[in-house]
């Protein structure tokens, strides 16, 4: 039986570091492009990450403040939204309740979120 070996990098690989200094730049410039701080940006995507893994309270918590430090940011009501309608159906009393401000808020910005 052959042995794996596993090698542990106290620097990651170049390529892994240009990936990842590809990926902080990608996010600036789409964060730019969108017209919001890169500060909401980012907590819109830690949102969403913790969203899709069904962690919805601390998504919440991410959307809000990605929500709140760029109110006329469109995808983080719509995501908000998604959001408080996934906890309504896994049963929260007041999640419908609150998804629907939020979809009018993210149409109101933006129509093409219909």
Do not use: W
Not at 19 to 40: D, K, M, N, P, Y
């Amino acid at each position: 039986m052959a042995q794996k070996t596993i090698t542990f990098y106290a620097r990651p690989p170049r390529d892994i570091r240009k990936s990842a200094i590809f990926s902080c730049l990608a996010a600036t410039a789409t964060a730019a492009a969108r017209g919001v701080s890169e500060a909401a940006y980012q907590a819109y995507l830690n949102g969403r990450y913790l969203q899709r893994q069904g962690n919805y309270q601390r998504a919440s918590s991410f959307l809000r403040q990605a929500a709140d430090a760029a109110p006329g940011f469109a995808l983080a009501h719509a995501a908000l939204a998604e959001m408080y309608i996934g906890l309504g159906r896994t049963g929260a009393a007041d999640a419908f309740d609150k998804a629907k401000p939020e979809a009018e808020a993210a149409l109101r910005l933006d129509a093409s979120n219909a």
